[in-house]
């Protein structure tokens, strides 16, 4: 394949879902401006599941709230965000509102913090189908029965009078996940959803989401810093560091040859993908995550990166196919680094599936 | 539950009997004979030796303490040594003024703490929370009592639209009671207004701010519902246990209030057997008082455990 | 490039750059300037008052009482007796500053004791609160009701009324920072270093729960301040003829038809007085808090 075929092969990929387009955040603080995400662009493609990684304080949960407008007021925002073609970035709040939870719908990391303590998860639950389908509550309290079915839950007709604090901690992520998809969102954006975890559950509530993809053909977002989860129930993978996309890749030529230093440093601080994280960190990664007031043309990395010359500090290097050593990366492998990690043993095309 | 309220009961039993005993010993600090302060009028030898022995003043402590206690429970108050009727009669038509003074009140003031709270954190930064804000620190900061003298100068005598004093009961003509009372509920409502203001505040800002609100707004709820359904509903918890802790303080207000409208309640009843060294009517009033706080705290305890869900099922306080 | 902060481990300097940055943010904030300032001039006058005031406080002149303000001689007027309101006005505020300290003080020296006990000793914790119940069932006017039965009414015991009621509060905010602090590292390994009980709460806990004490100071001072006035306006506060803003404004009820006026400036300094106190505390609440900008 060519160069240009190739391009071809990308551009041929259905039109996504979701489609986010140079998206750029920054909040104006008391003690300066915080640029948070720059210039992100992503695709979701229908029945896909996307994992994006990075370590805390990257951006990844802002990128994932500015989505459907859910970013606090003082947020500035730029870029768009298409959902089915249609633009959400700038629309008026009442339009959001209709969005929000019934085309997109959010679970998030604290299953305690995030279920209402003082109403019963049949009544959360049921709310959302009130306001999006307009049912009454007896009938959103039946229907709630039924998903809590559907997200595993025993004893439905029971658990669904039940508070949050009755729950489980894997129990009330199942429910925070009834109540995302009651309506049949095309996006599900799950931002950490099993990082508060232990890690038998998380393996349940990842089982849970890649079935609801299976049957409801939902595409999801799925937010972690542990490349475990990745590896385990993603299709494709976005890298993130200090609010830019650094890599992005099909989730087995990521973790095969990763080509951004950041993303080689990432896998070697987590254990071999396919078993879990929380084992043991091994090699972490010196430094930390830079906060940035305004984003520089340089390579954000340049400061905790073993590869870091002169002009990784001088220009910002752009996201596209990796190169090394004269050979092309995959298709649809891209990487923003000037010296990306040397090639691999195994050809591209093999590890491309 | 059934735990919770249990600790609850017993708690509140063992702070009963604890200002029982502290009332009891009060009595017995008081300057000269408990027999000279109970007898009223008729100070001769022998009436005072029949109040020793109908009060078991010659008993020992501990015998005394448990006839005291018999005696209190019964509503025996002993006599006003000024007016020589029983103290029990007088409370009889001294509480409802006071219990009408204070409901209103506290009902005048959550109305407007609670909402003046909710739109002082819902429009955080604009100029109505600034408003809101000062007005609580001037509610705070005022002596209530003043407001009360210069509501009676500047709005009672000089428009006549509300009377400067007196009382008229509740049966006897709804509306002209209404009338008498309104002013006085507002005035001593301004201070209890401006906590309960602020601690709204401060709780619905906490809720807005937390993860189940974002989970609310994240459903498409609008910021209506978000902010009934979910952020208020987490914060009475926080108002509701404001109110039971400041009753003490309302006792405390509706005692000048009364004084300064020259309402026959209660407060008036106190300053004046102050005044009147009448020892038995102060017992009352103290013990009275405590009971009521405790009583009433215990009920807010109640009503918290139907608010918290967690609470009512496990027992466990949030 | 321009990185704005790069997060950084707690060191063991945060305590100092804690105090800067309290102060910087209270110098920042305009309302915390003006009441302090406000609160500084009061305390000053208060301290001089009894040399500073145009006229002895209880110098009366029968042939001119209820001089209006403005009169010669006398910039607020003159009372009942013919006494100057001014000096009334700045001797009371004196008064009501000294009672308010001296609650304060009060509900301090046996409050914070028992708050870290509760805080610190499982044990006592169910007992302090019973403690804890037991006074707030007896609000401080009934408290003042009583001391005055038994001891008969005064400053002094006005002030010892609204402290004793004023326990609660202390105990509860300083229980609560003894728990948090309890729980920090530099506590506990304070405790495994095998430092006594009593060692690790005056060195380690009560210097950490100061900033909470100083804010209830500064909410509890005005409260007082507001109840020795209720308590003087009922007569069992400070007693005639020493001046007090509260039995100002009872002799104001008494003579409100001949001189409305009296009733406004008593009124107008104690809610000066209180609103400037509660307004530092609430700056300094906000100073203190690491959240930073909950207002
Ligand atoms: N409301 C906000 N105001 C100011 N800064 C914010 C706000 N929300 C997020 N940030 C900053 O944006 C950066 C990215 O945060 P986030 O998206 O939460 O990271 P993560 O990748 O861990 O999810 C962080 O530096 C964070 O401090
Ligand atoms: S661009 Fe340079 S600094 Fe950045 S990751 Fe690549 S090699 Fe390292
Ligand atoms: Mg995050």
Redesign the pocket.
Known sequence: MTTAERAGAVAAVATPVLAVRDLSVSFPTETGTVSAVDGVSLDLASGEIVGMVGESGCGKSVTAMSIAGLLPGSARISGSVRLDGTELVGTRESALRRVRGKEIAYIFQEPMTSLNPVLTVGRQIGEVLQIHERMSRRAARARAVELLTLVGIPSAAKRVDNYPHQLSGGMRQRVMIAMAVACGPKVLVADEPTTALDVTVQAGILQVLRDLRDRLGTSILIITHDLGVIADIADRVVVMYAGRVVERAPVTDLFAHPY???TAGLLSASPTPGRHAGTERLQEIPGLVPVLSVQPDA?T??DR?P???AR?RESA?PLEVARTGGTLAATGHLAA???PCPQPRTQPEEANR | MARYLLTRAWQSALTLLLSTIVVFFGVRALPGDPALALAGEDRSPEALEAIRRHYGLDQPLPLQFAQYVERMAQGDFGVSIRTGTPVSSMLTTALPVTVELSVLAILLATALGVGAGVLAAVRRGRPAEWVANGMALIGLSVPHFWLGLLAILYLSVATGLFPASGFVPILEDPVDNLHHIVLPAVILGTGLAAIIMRQTRSAMLDSLSSDYVRTAKAKGLRPRAVITRHALRNSLIVVVTVVGLQLGGLISGAVVTEQIFGLPGFGKMTIDAVFQRDYPVIQAVVLLTATAYIVINFFVDLLYSVIDPRIRVTGDPA | MTVLTVPMAETGSASITRRTRVLRRLRRNPLAVVSFVVLALAAVIALLSPWIAPYSVDQTDFARTFAPPGSPGHVLGTDDLGRDVLSRIMLGARASLQVGLLAVATSLVIGVPLGLAAGYFRAWDAVISRFTDLLLAFPFLIMAVGLAAIRGASLGNAAVAIGIAQIPGVIRVVRSDTLRLKSLDFVAAAVVDGASDLWVLARHILPNATSVILVQATVAIPAAILGEAVLSFLGLGIQPPAPSLGTMLATAQQFAARAPWAAVLPGVVIMGLALAFNVFGDALRDALDPKGDRG
């Open positions: 951004h230093r950041y390579c990395f340049a990166c590869a870091a010359d990784c290097p680094c000037w010296h």
